[in-house]
């Protein structure tokens, strides 16, 4: 045995250049890959060897295996590495190339959206403004008035869309003052308005098709922080035939046309506050049961990736019982063939350790096998509170209409 381990001592400062000659930024990976096997080789190398010469020509043929072994390894993973970047790069292309095409009209109808509350709020609190034109921006131009924002009373000019090249110019965003100023004016109304639409040249012929009608409308929004967090918002128009505009999106088209306040009607609509109410309750669970749809599908893929998890974390507990277990017959023989007091207690320490790893890892897999983790738990517990998280809803306002 002390022979033995001149031995070692003499050739191992070259085994570990002739063995580990890190060549690329993967040496990890290789080493976890390729540890265990290499471990066993070395031992048997150790239990095999008899002179210097023998432990050189047994590392460089180690050598020569690892190398080709290393080689395929590195290969396989450029390959993998190589056609997941090239999965991504298609769907992350095919992502931005529909961004492209979306985004414009997106931003286009956002603005022009900003603009008419905007504007709507100038009118109604008789702000005085007016329209221009700024480097091909469309501008508003407000006066002075006691009922603008501070920063705004004695007037501003304010772009519309982006002023990236016009520096010393607000632009026009949800966020902006006048915005949330018009937003706050809206709601101290109570939620209560009587307006005339006129219907534009792009209105849907479902409009068309109640010219002269009145009804009432009312606007939700649905906040859902489920597996999705987002909000939507849901409007609902009832005319007073009792007939709910449909389809749902053309009563939020219907929000978007031009309208006017109107003085009270002559005669009381003949569809109540209570029947609005009753189509809204109405819509709203038809409207969850198409959310609770996508988020069952949800909660079973989250279920799925918990059982992966359990299954993955059970592979990885009894790959290590069966190398402690390895670990524990090489302990036992070492220990068989130990000389000495000392040399035998040491050895029997290293089965005691063994035997105790073992017993740690068979009572982690006995936990694993009872679903008995705390990660998983943890996970569990969230994906059934997302599940069954119920939606928020908000009234956002209640108005009378008429179609002209």
């Not at 609190?125 to 705004?152: C, K, S, T, V």
């Not at 068309?208 to 929004?221: E, F, K, P, Q």
């Not at 006017?260 to 809204?280: R, Y």
């Not at 592979?315 to 524990?328: H, P, Y």
């Amino acid at each position: 045995m002390s022979t033995k381990l001149d031995l070692f001592g003499k050739v191992f400062d070259a085994s570990d250049v002739v063995l580990q000659t890190p060549r690329s930024d993967a040496s990890e990976e290789l080493a976890s890959a390729l540890g265990t096997d290499f471990e066993n080789q070395l031992r048997r190398i150790w239990d095999r060897a008899r002179s210097v010469h023998e432990v050189e020509e047994e590392l460089r043929r180690l050598r020569d295996n690892m190398e080709h072994r290393r080689e395929e390894l590195e290969r396989v993973r450029r390959r993998t590495v190589g056609l997941i970047e090239s999965g991504i790069d298609d769907a992350v292309r095919d992502v931005f190339q529909r961004i492209e095409s979306d985004m414009p009209k997106a931003l286009a109808t956002l603005d022009a959206d900003l603009e008419r509350v905007v504007t709507g709020f100038l009118e109604g609190a008789r702000i005085p403004w007016g329209e221009g034109e700024r480097d091909r921006r469309r501008m508003l131009h407000i006066g002075a008035h006691q009922a603008l924002p501070a920063p705004f009373q004695g007037g501003a000019s304010i772009a519309l869309g982006a002023s990236r090249s016009l520096d010393d110019v607000d632009s026009l965003h949800l966020a902006h003052p006048l915005v949330q100023a018009a937003v706050a004016e809206a709601r101290t109304n109570g939620g209560g308005y009587r307006v005339r639409f006129e219907l534009g040249p792009g209105a849907p012929q479902a409009l068309h098709r109640h010219r002269a009608s009145r009804g009432r409308l009312a606007l939700t929004r649905l906040a859902y922080r489920g597996f999705e967090r987002e909000d939507r918002l849901r409007a609902t128009a009832v005319f007073e035939d009792a007939q709910v505009l449909r389809p749902a999106e053309a009563a939020l088209e219907l929000l978007r046309q031009p309208c006017t306040d109107i003085p009270p009607f002559d005669t009381s609509l003949a569809v109540t506050e209570a029947h609005l109410d009753e189509v809204v309750d109405e819509e709203l669970f038809f409207e969850q049961g198409r959310v609770a749809d996508t988020e069952q599908a949800n909660f079973e893929t989250a279920m799925a990736q918990l059982d992966r998890y359990l299954a993955d974390r059970a592979l990885v507990l009894r790959r290590s019982r069966e190398r402690q277990r390895t670990r524990l017959k090489n302990a036992e023989r070492a220990r068989s063939r130990a000389n000495g007091a000392e040399q035998r207690a040491k050895a029997d320490d290293r089965v005691r350790e063994t035997e105790r790893s073992i017993d740690r890892l068979e009572a982690e897999l006995d936990a694993l096998a009872q679903q008995d983790d705390g990660a998983y738990e943890r996970a569990k517990v969230r994906a059934y509170e997302r599940r069954y998280h119920a939606p928020r809803s908000e009234r956002l306002l209640t108005v009378e209409f008429v179609i002209a």
